[in-house]
């Protein structure tokens, strides 16, 4: 065998196997798949969470004020991601539980925490 005929037999698949992986690559797709515009999940700007919960805890102290058995100045309202807080006194669990209903039925509220002591310190 003669050094050319070598250099031929180890040329032939050394050149089939780059048309092999140059039909490859072309078949390949060069550019990634578009990523989807959105990932399905949604979630409220910071400042209109913060102004969400400012709303909530104005109704809740709307309707506080408008039940003729509350004294809704000794009780605090505040509002975190739609949970209101009720902090202060009221005269006795009826109260408490009105309090609380009135809370919970405004639109946006969550979640009603009852930190309201019954009865006067």
Same mark, same amino acid.
Request: proline share 6%; charged share 25%.
């Given at each position: 065998?003669?050094? @050319? ?8 698949? *050394?050149? /089939?196997? $780059?048309? /092999? ?8 797709? !060069?550019?990634?798949?578009a ?5 399905g999940?949604? $979630? ?14 104005? %109704? ?10 509350? #004294? ?14 009720? %902090? &202060?006194?009221? @005269? #006795?669990?009826?109260? @408490?539980? =009105? /309090? =609380? %209903? *009135?809370? @919970?039925?405004?639109? &946006?509220?969550s $979640?009603?925490? #009852? %930190?309201?002591? /019954? &009865? !006067? #310190?």
């Amino acid at each position: 065998m003669t050094p @050319r005929s070598r250099i031929t037999r180890l040329a032939l698949p *050394l050149a /089939a196997l $780059a048309v /092999a992986a140059s039909q490859a690559a072309a078949a390949a797709p !060069t550019d990634a798949p578009a990523a989807p515009s959105s990932t399905g999940h949604t $979630a409220a700007p910071r400042d209109t969470a913060a102004a969400s919960d400012r709303a909530i805890t104005a %109704e809740v102290k709307a309707r506080l004020a408008n039940a003729r058995t509350l #004294d809704p100045a000794r009780i605090r309202v505040s509002t975190t991601d739609g949970v209101v807080k009720l %902090e &202060g006194t009221v @005269r #006795d669990d009826k109260q @408490r539980t =009105m /309090a =609380m %209903e *009135l809370a @919970r039925s405004v639109r &946006g509220v969550s $979640a009603v925490s #009852d %930190e309201l002591r /019954a &009865g !006067t #310190d």
